[in-house]
């Protein structure tokens, strides 16, 4: 498979029609993988916000007087109170705000961005990234946009697939990579269970995400920062012969991991 930005795309705004603005760029084939930058999608949907939109409460004045303690730099609890609003789990919240989203994502500060938002001081994470995806996927086959992930205007084999990226940190690794928080037109994972290595051992545990590892291929292309390009096309990237599933954010009663963090406090 090969990776190529989309080049030229112009500052994108609230109402833009991302689909349009890719197809009048690049002539895209039915197999490509379409990433595009959840930066421009939440600009596109509107989702830039002021800090005076979220008057802090108790518990955000409470965490950013915490985080100032122990960062001796302060903290604006109103940007507590953003993260808040926006998350439905709040795993830590210190040193840092590690938070699950409406939709799944677990990630830092609930993914809200203070860097590149014109117009505002904040730009908030999709609300319904796969439906974002689906929108987009839509628009890119000529379809009418769906109303929901449930039920997709975008299903012909001769779309391509779209997914809607961002870039995090995780644990036991240092520096963020890209990562995929919508996708449509692509199953998140592909289920190597039942097929035999090259030992002819049956494989009893190998599912691999599929869609974070093209997220990944694509933020090389993209970059970061100023200089960078927030639509990446996949080309003959090949699925195979393999199951396929929608799984991608893990079951809390399976995240060890997370289970762990409710029972500990950090106490520097």
Do not use: Y
């Not at 769906?146 to 995090?168: N, Q």
Request: glycine residues 12%.
């Amino acid at each position: 498979m090969h990776l190529f930005a989309v080049p030229d795309l112009p500052e994108i705004g609230p109402g833009d029609d991302l689909a349009a603005l890719i197809s009048e760029r690049v002539d895209l084939r039915p197999d490509d993988v379409v990433c595009v930058a959840s930066t421009v999608v939440s600009k596109a949907e509107g989702r830039t916000a002021d800090l005076a939109d979220f008057p802090a409460g108790p518990r955000a004045r409470e965490i950013a007087d915490r985080l100032a303690d122990l960062t001796g730099d302060e903290k604006d609890p109103r940007f507590a109170q953003a993260v808040l609003e926006e998350s439905v789990d709040l795993l830590m919240e210190a040193p840092f705000l590690l938070t699950e989203t409406r939709f799944g994502h677990v990630g830092v500060n609930a993914g809200i961005d203070r860097s590149n938002v014109p117009g505002g001081d904040l730009l908030l994470l999709p609300e319904r990234p796969g439906e974002s995806a689906e929108r987009i996927r839509a628009g890119l086959s000529g379809a009418d946009a769906p109303t929901g992930v449930d039920t997709p205007a975008a299903t012909a084999t001769d779309t391509p697939a779209v997914l809607v990226t961002d870039t995090c940190g995780r644990p036991f690794r240092h520096g963020q990579r890209g990562v995929a928080i919508g996708w449509a037109g692509i199953p998140a994972s592909r289920d190597w269970r039942g097929e035999t290595d090259r030992d002819g051992r049956e494989l009893g545990v190998t599912v691999e995400n599929v869609i974070d590892e093209l997220a990944a291929a694509a933020n090389l292309v993209a970059g970061e920062g100023a200089g960078g390009t927030p639509v990446v096309v996949i080309r003959e990237f090949d699925f195979g012969d393999h199951a396929g599933s929608d799984n991608h954010f893990r079951e809390i009663e399976g995240d060890f991991v997370r289970q762990a963090l409710r029972e500990w406090d950090f106490d520097g």
